[in-house]
């Protein structure tokens, strides 16, 4: 029997398991860096495997290594996110949240429960592969700083040390059976920028005794898109969006202060620095020059996601061996970050999604509804897919 045929036998009787392991975590999800019970849970399926995990890495992170033939010859990681997020649960199912709202909104039980089935059969084909498969289970993607920027200080891409990482995502917008991948550049930075815009309240109809800072942010506003479409090199996205401005007057008192709420996302470390600087500079200097003051504060969000264009290529080659040319599709940019991006700033990381949708039944919600669900066949496709993808990989000489 071919590799492959073993693997998809394999991911076809783990499959009820693994949809077991998904509605245990989905009935207790757990919000960033709380994931005490889904950690300990991890720990305990990994040893029924056989494995000897590695717990309290980022404090609620699980590592476990599978060593095949020749394990320093070369090393994959898995990195599968675990958090949930804070979010009421809508669906009447029978693993419905039993956390009151804590959800599993994301598919991070998905996630999780799928390199659970993946370290199964892994560890069983451990005599056909050369290498090491480093499994990562990783605590707070959903919140900032995230749980891999913490783990890679804690050292998760050393001893022994990753050459390459593959993540998986679940995708509501993507029929189930289907997988995308995209070269390069593909999910953005994420900053969120806090804006305090102080001038000199009082009646509205004396303007001219006042400093507006209603006027000043407005102008402040329409300056900082004007950074994104003047200074921005045109061929690299970008994105500015202000979801809160909060002038507390009435219709004829002006307030002390306005402040401002906005995200900042592109895809070029470079700009990212460049574009904060600008935005900073711009808004300080607005102010100052209409006679109030800005206090700008930056809270430095994910870096931008690359795929590694190599990787990327052939974990795509090696998805249409195991799918079908017709079930790899292409992915659009991504304006939305996730933490997976710190791995693909520092090693080879591909970062894909598998299809999780179906219209027929009524499974279109998107991530971060109360609604969002799967079709669970996507639990002998992930599974499989990644066991196929990390064996592959570690069979290619680079
Ligand atoms: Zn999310
Ligand atoms: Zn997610």
Request: proline share 5%; glycine share 10%; net charge negative.
């Amino acid at each position: 029997m071919s590799l492959e045929q073993k693997i998809k036998q394999m991911a076809h009787s783990n499959a009820s398991e693994v949809i077991a392991n998904r509605h245990h975590l989905h009935s207790y999800p757990e919000l960033s860096f709380q994931e005490y019970k889904t950690a300990a849970f991890i720990a305990q399926k990994l040893k029924e495997i056989g494995l000897s995990p590695q717990e309290g890495i980022a404090n609620t992170g699980v590592v476990a290594l599978i060593e095949g033939r020749n394990p320093a010859s070369k090393v994959i990681g898995l990195r599968a996110d675990i958090d949930a997020l804070p979010i009421f649960e809508q669906n009447d199912v029978s693993y419905k949240s039993t956390n009151e709202g804590v959800m599993h909104a994301c598919g991070h039980d998905v996630h999780t429960s799928s390199l659970l089935g993946a370290a199964k059969i892994l560890n069983q084909l451990k005599d056909e592969f050369e290498g090491t498969i480093k499994l990562v289970f990783q605590p707070a993607e959903e919140k900032a700083p995230g749980g891999a920027s913490i783990m890679i200080k804690e050292g998760v891409l050393e001893n022994p040390k990753v050459g390459s990482m593959l993540g998986q995502h679940v995708a509501p917008n993507i029929p189930v059976g289907k997988i995308g991948f995209r070269e390069g550049m593909y999910m953005a930075s994420t900053d969120e920028l806090y804006l305090t815009i102080k001038g000199k309240g009082g009646h509205g109809a004396m303007p001219d005794q006042l400093i507006d800072p209603v006027l000043i942010a407005s102008h402040t506003i329409v300056a900082l898109q004007q950074i994104i479409s003047r200074n921005r090199k045109p061929a690299s996205p970008s994105v500015l969006s202000f979801g809160r401005f909060i002038a507390d007057g009435v219709t004829n008192v002006i307030p002390n202060e306005v402040t401002i709420q906005g995200t900042f996302r592109c895809m070029d470390e470079e700009w990212r620095e460049d574009g904060l600087k600008r935005m900073k500079k711009m808004a300080e200097g607005m102010a100052e020059a209409m006679g109030g003051s800005c206090e700008f504060t930056v809270v430095k969000g994910y870096p931008f996601l690359k795929n590694h264009p190599e990787l990327t290529r052939r974990m795509k080659q090696e998805a249409i061996a195991y799918m079908g040319q017709e079930n790899v599709i292409d992915l659009d940019l991504w304006m939305a970050g996730e933490d997976f991006a710190f791995y693909s700033q520092v090693v080879d990381a591909c970062f894909y999604r598998l299809g999780t949708r179906n219209e027929a039944r009524g499974i279109i919600s998107g991530v971060h509804t109360p609604t969002f669900d799967i079709d669970e066949s996507a639990l002998e496709i992930g599974p499989g897919l990644m066991s196929w993808l990390a064996i592959r990989e570690l069979s290619t000489r680079s």
